[in-house]
């Protein structure tokens, strides 16, 4: 332990610092500028171990497969690369370094693709009411004019969750048949998904709307409206019933980066 921790001492301080760097400088962003879309905490946590992961994942297969493969390149590089290494004159040992980190960098992103999507006029004015609606928030849990709003136009009495009435009420502005329904899963039924499980039929619009799996909950537990993607791959929702740490429970509208890899499936209903 204490050889691992004075050979790698530069990256466990620096792993960590930036990490909490990065949440600090988002948290301070969130609270300036509360219109503007940014990451919640749990979710990006959960996604830069499943990077970590999956970068380590790929290239233990990749070793394996080399090693079956292509057994002398394989003891070539473990016997002799390796441990000789450092005889090598440094113009040699310099190309090498950059390589093989360009190789790490090509597998990061290649675990790190997604898609995109586009606009029309109905949804673009969906959009801007919905930019519109980001100041919205409770007077009390669950309750607030807004709020009530929403829950009356899916006829659930108030106090009660609102992200799904946020959704139909929205909708229900511009005339597009909805489940009208307070009860999220409600908005992940099969015949109008789009996207479920990294399978899609369509690439997502602006006004899809987006559902959230939870496991303790064992079914979908929000829903929210799908904006745009962003040029990092991450996806730009407006969410009611969420708050800048991107709970299911919150306090209003706000607008939220989502890792796309976590949306249980998109819902089309503006055809």
């Known amino acids: 332990m204490k050889k691992f921790l004075n050979t790698y001492k530069e990256e466990l301080v620096v792993i960590p610092v930036l990490i909490i760097g990065f949440f600090l400088l988002n948290w301070i962003l969130s609270t300036a500028y509360p219109n503007s879309a940014f990451f919640d905490v749990s979710s990006q946590m959960e996604t830069m171990y499943f990077r970590l992961v999956s970068v380590v994942v790929c290239f233990a297969f990749a070793w394996m497969a080399l090693r079956i493969s292509f057994p002398q390149v394989y003891d070539y590089l473990r016997e002799d690369f390796y441990h000789n290494f450092e005889d090598l004159p440094s113009e040699t040992k310099r190309k090498y370094a950059v390589r093989i980190f360009l190789v790490f960098v090509i597998v990061v992103a290649l675990v790190s693709r997604s898609v995109g999507g586009e606009t029309n006029e109905i949804r673009g004015k969906l959009i801007h009411s919905l930019e519109s609606q980001l100041n919205v928030r409770e007077t009390a849990p669950n309750k607030g004019y807004m709020v009530d709003r929403y829950l009356q136009s899916v006829g659930v009495k108030v106090p009660a969750p609102w992200c799904a009435a ?31 499980a990294k399978k899609h039929t369509a690439q997502p619009l602006a006004g899809d709307v987006v559902t ?37 429970e919150g306090d209003g509208v706000y607008k939220k980066k989502r890792e796309f890899s976590k949306i249980h499936a998109i819902t089309r209903y503006i055809k």
């Open 166 to 196: 946020f959704v139909s009420y929205n909708l229900q502005q511009y005339g597009v048949p909805n489940p009208k329904s307070a009860w999220s899963p409600d908005y992940a039924q099969a015949n109008d998904v789009i996207y479920k």
């Open 212 to 248: 959230f799996y939870y496991p303790n909950l064992k079914r979908v537990g929000h829903v929210g409206f799908y904006c745009q993607m962003d040029k990092s791959g991450y996806i730009i929702t407006i969410e009611g019933n969420t708050n800048g740490g991107g709970s299911r």
